[in-house]
């Protein structure tokens, strides 16, 4: 018996290929909407919060100044990937963007939680360490899905971040200035330079 259904025209067999082929090069493509040109800013913000923060005898005028270039530095990072990723034409929280920003999320969320145990118990000396090594662990993940100078940032925050636990506490703001600060400058003119901005 002679099958009657009507045959499928070619174009809805292209539209589902080029579906196909769409959804498996997103999964495939690297992160590429960090702004190199928005690290570069966020490096220099840090610098200035090391240098503000350097002399700072109260701990908690200390935290409150780190937090708010926290805020700063985050804020300005999602901005400038936001303008990048719309220059380029793509999304920025595509198949890529959603698992870079997954990866990160967990080593950000434990960095968070250390950070208000250690306030609680009186321990901010152990921050500017805890900090570095959380955020570099959140960039090196995040970088997985990313291109190359990326994961390598998050690797320098880490060795910044072992320093700084190494170290005698005078030298914290220069831990934290070489981590948050240069090393995103230098990250950052790496991206800006060879990954479009």
Sequence with gaps: MQDQRDPIPLHSH???DLRFIRSTLERATAFTS????GEVVVGFTAIGAAAFTWRLADPDRWLAAWLFEALIAAGLSVGAAAIKAQRLGVALFGVAGQRFALAFAAPAVVGAVLTVAMVRSG???LLPGTWLLTYG???ASGGAFSVRPVPLLGAVCIA???GALAS??????AWL???FGLAHVAFGLWIARRHGG
Excluded at 34 to 37: A, R
Excluded at 168 to 173: D, E, L, Q, R
Aim: proline share 4%; with cysteine; hydrophobic share 55%.
């Design 123 to 125: 321990q901010h000396v």
């Design 177 to 179: 200035a070489g981590g």
């Design 137 to 139: 662990a959140a960039v």
């Design 160 to 162: 910044c971040g072992i």
């Design 14 to 16: 292209a539209a589902d």
């Design 168 to 173: 005698p506490v005078a030298w914290s703001a």
């Design 34 to 37: 960090i702004s190199g040109w």
